[in-house]
């Protein structure tokens, strides 16, 4: 199994600001996802990380609000602009390493809480 | 899309009394189905998982049933330990792609 590191694990930030989470993952993978849990909340896709091309965002999260970047198979990063309250969530990484299966493993994630 | 509605939200036992938690998928090309535990602080852990080519799947002390007629999947803890605390994720997914669309959680309590 890949071993998952996040960074900031948790920060306080205030409104309007951006913030920037990285994910380091020690092994090369087939697939990168950031999901979005708020508060006692399931978990919600945001995006699929594509390496060397844009992230394909799910329905309700676009690219100016959650830029994405991938630039290789072992790193990814997740934006979050202009940020508001509502914007207070865990963000967690996940990647799949085999293609022959959809087991996905998570990040410990980063805890935003917006001011 | 796909939903999956999980049941019930909270859930209390007595430590070495068993846990049920259900869950139901929407669409029938799911075929993937794992559940996963999240400690508090921490992502969420696969703690076990079964495909739609298989009606039961056991762990030692963790179980997880399915039923693709009802669609219906159930995960079993017998002889809960209060580490078994926490929240638990069921989860579906299915072929052409990755994505997993997850329930709504419960949160496990199991009293000393």
């Known amino acids: 199994s890949a071993v998952i590191s996040q960074k900031p694990s948790r920060d306080i930030c205030q409104r309007g600001t951006s913030l920037t989470i990285q994910c380091q993952v020690d092994?090369?993978?087939?697939?990168m996802f950031w999901y979005r849990q708020q508060p006692g909340q399931s978990l919600t896709l945001i995006a699929t990380?594509?390496?060397?091309?844009?992230?394909?965002?799910e329905s309700g999260f676009v690219i100016d609000k959650f830029p994405i970047s991938r630039p290789n198979l072992t790193f990814s990063t997740l934006t979050v602009s202009n940020m508001s309250p509502e914007d207070s969530s865990i963000y967690l990484c996940?990647?799949?390493?085999?293609?022959?299966?959809?087991?996905?493993?998570f990040g410990a994630g980063s805890r935003l809480t917006v001011l | 899309g796909e939903n999956v509605e999980q049941h019930p939200s909270t859930l209390s036992v007595q430590e070495g009394d068993s846990a049920v938690i259900k869950c139901t998928y929407s669409?029938?090309?799911?075929?993937?189905f794992p559940w996963y535990k999240q400690e508090l602080g921490k992502g969420p852990q696969l703690i076990i998982d079964?495909?739609?080519?298989?009606g039961e799947k056991k762990d030692q002390r963790i179980a997880v049933t399915l039923n693709k007629t009802a669609k219906h999947f159930s995960l079993h803890i017998t002889e809960t330990q209060p580490e078994d605390s926490a929240v638990y994720f069921c989860?579906?997914?299915?072929?052409?792609?990755?994505?997993?669309?997850f329930g709504a959680g419960t949160r496990l309590f199991v009293k000393a």
């Open positions: 990380a594509n390496q060397g091309s844009e992230a394909t965002y």
């Open positions: 989860a579906a997914s299915g072929t052409g792609g990755f994505k997993t669309i």
């Open positions: 669409d029938s090309a799911s075929n993937y």
């Open positions: 079964i495909r739609s080519n298989v």
């Open positions: 996940s990647v799949v390493i085999s293609s022959g299966a959809n087991v996905l493993t």
């Open positions: 092994s090369q993978v087939t697939m």
